[in-house]
């Protein structure tokens, strides 16, 4: 028995179809082959032991299935019944947990709790849905970070989530997506992703709520920072936190570059300083392995907590200095203590990406120089450029020595200058996907590593140039 609970207006459900409909579609051989690891693929690749697949006993009575989707899914046991706290992205991946759990109790599922409403923590909820409903419990405001991108009809955050998240790119050039596996969706998943929205039944506004289900105490807490629908789950008794996305084991995704409302980061660095006062004696991340042992775990929220603050406030010092965004980012740079904590390395979220999102989260897109209110068109700026260099031909032959050079940068902005005089100049796009192939190559955060071998496959598509050129 699935319940069809979301809207027509809902777009995560259609997201997800999406974006499985397009694994199953996955082009093969566009890329060409890459070769042995680089130093930054070999270190993205290593983070793939913080989520081998494994039923964590966290504490007695609390387990979580990390690896079998990309979110985790965990499961508290009760006197008379259990509470699940997220159920992953799709019913195919639940279902294998909840035959797991089950290995481990029969007891039945009394309550569903969402930390979030992001599909890979709310997709899997028909596993755990029998005869008699479970409570599913969330936030009031569950959904609302798509929800206005979906009032105004944009639609274009589907393929910059796809591109974010390699869905169109072989297994091949996918090495994980920096906190989770890189799954391949199976067939199945396309037709049950429509009704994995399996709305909440029970929601709370603010503050905390504390609830009684199965035998268990659990005290729900508003906790702003991922999403402004996002909570942690707290259960005092064996004195574990289940943290949603505001915690795992990278530099935390302050930006998404598929591109979502602002993220607090201010509200981020509060809610991990509650979190703190709890002083858990284990943590459970959204993504990743749990953190068991009191001081691992409260060290593990303090430096994250840390990380985001330096960051916010770093970047608001330098922008009363009056420095632009492409300024922040060699301004804001983590410190020394922060930066040698292999759990906030770059794989998920990245710092300059943040730096940026802070500036236009606080003052929007004028970065302050007059130059930049009434720029020239790329179309325009380029010709300026083609007529000084002496043709494109000259443009050309830069933008190909920067590249053997391995200024690949360089060498993807010349390759826009001519790009930006003709979409389809062949040559062109050749160059610019080589280019982004080295930048992804040297890339260990993996949404921009994806999005740039995203988008290199695109421009060497035949056909596809209005689609996806850039
Ligand atoms: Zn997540």
């Known amino acids: 028995m699935k319940a069809r609970l979301a809207s027509s207006t809902d777009p995560a459900p259609r997201l997800y179809t999406l974006l499985c409909a397009l694994c199953l579609a996955a082009c093969a051989g566009i890329q060409p082959a890459l070769g042995a690891d680089t130093a930054a693929e070999a270190t993205l690749r290593q983070r793939d032991s913080a989520f081998d697949r494994e039923i964590v006993q966290v504490s007695p009575g609390v387990y979580t299935a990390v690896g079998f989707s990309p979110a985790n899914i965990s499961m508290i046991v009760g006197s008379d019944g259990v509470v699940i706290v997220d159920t992953g992205l799709s019913v195919s991946q639940a279902t294998e947990v909840a035959a797991r759990f089950r290995a481990i109790t029969d007891k039945p599922v009394k309550a569903i709790i969402y930390t979030h409403a992001h599909g890979d923590h709310t997709g899997g909820s028909g596993a755990f849905i029998g005869e008699e ?25 589907r393929q910059r989530g796809t591109r974010q998240a390699g869905f169109e790119l072989p297994a091949r050039l996918r090495i994980n997506n920096g906190v989770a596996p890189a799954m391949q969706a199976q067939r199945e998943d396309a037709f049950v992703a429509e009704d994995v929205a399996t709305a909440p039944t029970h929601t709370f506004v603010a503050g905390r709520k504390s609830i009684e289900v199965a035998g268990l105490q659990l005290d729900l807490v508003a906790a702003p920072g991922e999403t402004d629908d996002q909570l ?46 709890e002083q858990p004696a284990a943590v459970v ?39 632009t965004p492409d300024q922040l980012v060699d301004y804001v740079q983590l410190p020394p203590d922060l930066a040698d904590n292999a759990d906030l390395g770059e794989y998920y979220g990245s710092v300059a990406f943040a730096v940026r999102s802070i500036f236009n989260g606080y003052l ?107």
Not at 298 to 308: F, N, S, V
């Open 364 to 470: 929007g897109w004028y970065d302050g120089n007059p130059t930049r209110l009434r720029p020239l068109s790329p179309a325009g700026e380029a010709r300026r450029w083609s007529q000084a260099l002496g043709g494109q031909d000259k443009l050309r032959q830069l933008a190909t020595a920067a590249l053997a050079d391995g200024d690949a940068q360089w060498a993807a902005q010349l390759a826009d200058q001519l790009l930006a005089l003709d979409a389809a100049d062949a040559g062109a796009r050749e160059l610019k996907a080589d280019a982004l192939t080295a930048l992804a190559r040297e890339s260990v955060n993996a949404p921009a590593r994806n999005y740039y071998l995203s988008v290199a496959q695109a421009l060497r598509e035949p056909g596809a140039r209005d689609r996806h050129s850039r």
């Open 133 to 157: 409903k479970p409570q599913i419990w969330a936030l009031a405001n569950f959904g609302s970070e798509y929800r206005p991108l979906a009032a105004a009809g944009l639609t274009i955050q």
């Open 285 to 323: 991340p959204g993504h990743t392995r749990p953190v068991i042992g009191g001081e691992a775990a409260q060290t593990a929220l303090r430096q994250h907590r840390d990380a985001i603050r330096y960051v916010h406030d770093k970047t608001v010092e330098g922008m009363n200095l009056g420095l």
């Open 232 to 277: 942690y789950v707290w259960f005092e008794r064996q004195r574990v936190l289940f943290a949603g996305d505001n915690y795992y084991r990278s530099f935390p995704n302050l930006y998404a570059i598929r591109g979502t409302p602002y993220r607090d980061v201010r509200a981020w660095a509060d809610s991990l300083t509650l979190m703190l006062a």
